[in-house]
């Protein structure tokens, strides 16, 4: 070979390297550029969703504050207590601790540390728990921001002297006959909050959430050492050497109150090493007036980038691999072709990824809903017992006046209008206890006439339209029974019907329908219904303002509401619908915008010979003479008393379930039935009916209660005879008294 071979021979050679290394050069760069664009994609992903758990911490805070709030009206808005507190204050006593102070402590006492009350001079008069002279009010400019505006005042965060934790105080304005008394104080731990609104949140293995306020002070931490530092002060003194430039211009954006995301470089103070390390920063400022915190969420950039970068480089190393093994451009080609199938596949496998991630952020989504809901209806229980009870003397005391008046009497219509007003708060509290779900399995089913329900339901509602309003009927007779109570079918019809109206804003023509259909027409209607039924079917439609296809979709979520703040619970739909269903029936809604909306409702009917089954239901009962009530809350024992001994009934009651016992075991045969309420101080009204049929099993016994968990309802539920949910009608009670007897 000679020389000039050799040179040809170098020459093709050093372009088909040169072919290699420029394609080699070009992929890399190729690769290179996509990678840049899906670092900066899935990186903005991952501020985005920081961003929205730092929004979604802020409303959590904002929520519980108002919860706070919202439990103080039932100290505030207690007539006796700010008589009695007044008179303390006038009196000068020394911190005499009140009932309704401790009550509201020891229920609320995982949560709340000390609750006071600070006359109108600014002086605190009670507190509660004690702890001789040491108080949390040691903030006095927030006491004076509260006694000066009267208003309700979320306090600034600062740190107790003694105890060495962040403290904010709620201050809630006093008031009885418009005259200002002073503020009830409740101080809140802010590590109560953190510890379970915030720090269960956890991004990746080193991300955590902190709050500052807007002085730059940490106020909340998962390392409770730096409770109290100021970000930037008091960690260049324990690390002078260290550059704070980067963190510095965070903070500084972050105390201008307003939201943003930002990459920088910091340290892991908890780490033994301090090495300067990639972030990544999300921050929400939670305002209260004219003062805001930071909620922030700091997690590791490097947690997002490796798994991107080892990707990079497993797929760089191979093409330069196969580049130098093959040799050759077109064999190059090829396993680049190879190269970008497991590209797609390792993408396909982030999608997949992606989604399952998606997956999961969801159901946490709906099981902190769930538990959100369960808290909620817990409260509405709890509260609806209270309104309950105040309920019943009204109603029943309204209900004995009306039997005593003639209907031409002028005071009849006064109290009729008090008996009305009652029956729209018992309605109320039915539609908290939906929500709360605890009577759900107590609610005794009854066969109702669907004709009378209707009927029934429009009488009433023809006395609220505006005169503008024009119903018409198309109504067929003898429709026949469908089970379910009364008081429900009537919730159901009148809560649809009254949503009619409203919608047509004083004019318009609303028309009501019912009609049977059989099991196989209502199949074609829905899967959901049986062909082996035959159903009753109400059509509710009106000519008013309608709804888009977005609301429609939600009405009927729980708390979603189209009306004013103030005008509606957002409930109504929701309890009408789960009503519905748990009665194996449906609803259908339609609507469009200015042309007005649709109901349609479908209950299956009762087969087979009811008027046997009513006969039966009328046997000859046994008379009831003698009575015992046990109900620890005498207001409602003496209208029921009453009530009762005009029915010529004799009655014994006791306000002490133990008393109560004690005397049945004594003289259980003077009794024919027992009524007694399920929520009581030193019994509950389960544990005291189990001990009297351990004495008697044959006597029956009523259960009357405002609100009873539906565990222990489905637990005894053999133990009671009847039930009867508060407030209590006394006609009603009568019936069912004679039904059971």
């Known amino acids: 070979m000679n020389l000039m071979q050799i040179k040809k021979l170098f020459g093709r050679r050093c372009i088909k390297i040169s072919i290699v290394i420029l394609f080699i050069g070009l992929y890399a760069l190729g690769m290179y550029i996509n990678y840049d664009e899906y670092r900066d994609t899935i990186v903005a992903k991952q501020q985005e969703n920081m961003l929205g758990i730092t929004r979604s911490i802020c409303r959590s805070v904002e929520l519980y504050f108002e919860s706070i709030i919202d439990t103080m009206e039932s100290i505030s808005g207690d007539r006796e207590f700010i008589q009695d507190i007044s008179r303390i204050s006038e009196t000068g006593e020394k911190n005499v601790i009140l009932d309704e102070f401790r009550a509201y402590y020891n229920s609320k006492s995982e949560l709340v540390d000390r609750i006071y009350f600070i006359d109108s001079i600014g002086k605190v008069v009670s507190y509660y728990p004690d702890g001789g002279e040491e108080i949390y009010l040691e903030n006095k400019e927030d006491i004076e921001i509260a006694l000066k505006t009267r208003q309700t005042h ?4 600062y740190m107790h002297k003694d105890l060495k934790i962040f403290v904010v105080n709620i201050f809630k304005p006093v008031f009885i006959d418009e005259e200002f008394k002073g503020v009830i104080a409740i101080s809140l731990s802010l590590d109560v909050i953190y510890d379970n609104l915030i720090a269960p949140v956890k991004v990746g293995q080193k991300g955590y959430v902190m709050v500052k306020d807007q002085e730059g002070i940490i106020i909340m931490h998962p390392v409770k050492e730096q409770v109290g530092m100021d970000v930037i002060e008091s960690r260049k003194k324990a690390y002078p050497s ?24 910091s340290y892991w103070w ?46 760089f190393c191979n093409s330069i691999a196969i580049a130098v093994i093959m040799g050759l451009f077109l064999i190059v080609l090829f396993n680049m072709k190879k190269n970008k199938d497991e590209l797609e596949k390792e993408t396909k496998y982030l999608k997949m990824l992606n989604e399952t991630s998606e997956q999961l952020r969801k159901q946490e989504a709906e099981l902190y809903h769930s538990q959100k809901l369960k808290m909620i209806g817990t409260l509405a229980g709890g509260i609806a017992h209270d309104i309950n009870n105040l309920l019943t003397p009204i109603l029943g005391y309204s209900e004995l ?77 003898k429709c026949g029974f469908i089970n379910i109570s009364y008081t429900q079918i009537h919730q159901v019809l009148f809560n649809l019907c009254t949503n009619a109206y409203q919608s047509m804003d004083g004019s318009g023509v609303m028309e009501v329908s019912l009609k049977v259909i059989s099991g196989k027409k209502a199949q074609q209607i829905s899967s959901k219904l049986s062909a082996k039924k035959d159903y009753a079917e109400i059509i509710i439609k009106d000519s008013g303002c309608g709804m888009d296809e977005e609301t429609l979709a939600r009405i009927f979520e729980p708390f979603f509401t189209t009306k004013e703040i103030g005008d509606g619970t957002g409930l109504g739909l929701f309890v009408v619908q789960s009503i519905i269903e748990k009665h194996n029936g449906i609803i259908l809604a339609n609507s469009s915008v200015g042309v007005g909306s649709t109901f349609k409702i479908y209950f299956p009917l009762v087969n087979g010979n009811v008027n046997n089954f009513e006969a039966s239901k009328r046997k000859e009962k046994s008379e009831v003479k003698r009575i015992l009530i046990v109900d620890d809350n005498e207001e409602v024992i003496k ?63 009523i259960l009357m209660t405002g609100y009873m968990d539906s565990e222990l309802v489905e637990k005894d539920k053999d133990i009671f005879d009847g039930y009867l949910p508060k407030p209590i009608e006394i006609s009603a009670l009568v019936r069912l008294i004679k039904d059971i007897k």
């Open 154 to 157: 979320i306090g600034r965060a």
């Open 270 to 315: 908890g780490d033994n090493v301090l090495k300067k390390t990639k972030k990544l920063n999300a921050y929400t400022p939670l305002k209260f007036g004219d003062y805001f915190w930071v909620v922030a969420l700091t997690t590791s950039y490097e947690e997002i980038a490796d798994p991107i970068n080892k990707f990079l480089l497993k797929s």
């Open 401 to 477: 006046l009306l039997m005593g008046f003639s209907e031409d009497c002028e005071e009849y219509e006064e109290v009729q209008e008090i008996y009305k007003a009652a029956q729209k708060g018992k309605e109320l509290t039915q539609q908290m206890l939906v929500l709360a779900r605890s009577d759900s399995n107590i609610i005794q089913d009854e066969l109702v006439d669907i004709n009378f329900a209707l009927k029934d339901t429009l009488k009433l509602l023809k006395t609220l339209v505006p005169k503008k309003i024009v119903i018409n009927e198309y109504i067929e007779q």
């Open 639 to 701: 209208v029921l008393k009453k009530g009762l001994q005009q029915q010529g009934y004799k009655v014994v009651y006791y306000t002490s379930p133990i008393q109560a016992l004690k005397v049945w075991k004594a003289n259980y045969n003077l009794y024919d039935i027992v009524i007694t309420d399920f929520m009581m101080s030193d019994m509950r009204g389960n544990e005291l009916a189990r001990e009297m049929k351990a004495v008697k099993p044959g006597i029956p016994i």
């Open 242 to 265: 260290l550059e704070y430039q980067e963190l510095e211009r965070l903070v500084s954006e972050q105390l201008e109150g307003e939201e943003g995301t930002k990459i920088y470089h």
